[in-house]
């Protein structure tokens, strides 16, 4: 074995375990050597080579195995790093590589562009340069995607007072709300303006300390300093920021050491008058194992839903892209109407939206066929069926009982016996998963039944799936039947 089969297993590591896990866990490891069919890897700290080995020893071993290393077993030990990234700072993990630019991922910024159907190409705005300052070196945070800029954000009645606020957070360092929340569902543009407030800011205050991080990459460096005893470096680190950015806040939610300390930095940073960010996929009021403090707190600056897209905004997006697309694949065309046609189609978010256009250019481009509407049609076929098909709640009910054999009257009843609860436990599940239903709804129609029964019946199956074939084996097979 050699690095270069080791950075090869590297890169298929980052799509399994998804790049927070590959940055705080798998970026600091460094191949040794392989003797007796045992490959060793060398890791900063115990703590690291301990977790590793226990959540992702098999993985990388799998990994490794169907390239050709001849090992049983894979060992990791403390000593010296060779890469690089990790050698020159081994007091946290190095972040994963920053994503090679691109024009747009989520939702964009500059005015809607005019309703054309025929892309028209347009020239990308220019990425931003990288901060190089010593301060913001030492951070721990994500590293910026430099395709997330206000210039590539465009902006639609869903999204504007979002847009508004973020440009509002990114022309000072005065604190005019404090902290500024943002949420919304999956790919509606939250992470986008994370990311072009802090590259706003950079540019603006070079010397500035401007912390960007997911919420699970601050309970991992908290967990961390714990094992390692060293909380006062990570308390330091966090309380001298001067913009303190959280992603995805609904994380931490029921994590309570974690929220604690989240709620000490929050509050330090708040007296300091030092500015906050933070995502989560619901209103603080809605995440049901947030700490009340917490959820106190994130209510009393600015909160501002992203809502869901509607066709002008999805339009405008398309077109935006689309220009961009075709100066990467100048020989497709598209025909009259099919950008309008995926705007109307393609209504779950923006990120499925960009998805399904880089599909049309990518075989468009390979068939050397102009994109007409049956091209997209018989070419998403698998995008537009899931966006027609809305399963609901009564469905479920009668698929559940179907495949369990029992009654609805008896699923809706207050029968407690397991060959009831379970299967009502597991259509809950998927009421829960399968619709967007509130868990209050949910509850109406498991014959009125609390909020908080459904959230418990919910995470019940969650767990059993982790330690239950059958019951994972089931969930599974009632989805697929659900959403044929």
Partial sequence: MTNETWGQVRAELLQAVGK???????????????????????????????????NFGDLILRHLVSHGVGADRVEFAVGPSTNPSVAANTSAPAPAPAPQPRPVTETVAAAAAPAVSAPTPVQPAPAPQPASTAKAADLPGTKLNTGLTFANFVVGKPNELAHAAARRVAETLDVTFNPLFLYGGVGLGKTHLMHAIAWDLQERFPDARILYLSAEQFMHLFVRALREQNTFDFKETFRNVDVLMVDDVQFIAGKRSTQQEFFHTFNALVEMGKQIVISGDRAPVDMEELDGRIASRLQSGLVVDIHPTDYELRLSVLQHKAGILGQKYPHVRFADGVLEFLARKIASNIRELEGALNRLFATGDLVGREVTEDFARDNLADILRASDRKVTMDEILRKVCDYYKIRQVDIISQNRQRAIARPRQMAMFLCKRLTTRSLPEIGKKFGGRDHTTILYGVRKIEELMQVDSQIAEDAELLRRMLEA
């Fill in 20 to 54: 927070n896990n590959f940055s705080a866990w798998i970026e600091p490891i460094s191949f040794n050597r392989v003797d007796e069919r045992t490959v060793h890897f060398n890791v900063p700290t115990s703590f690291i080579g301990s977790w590793v080995s226990n």
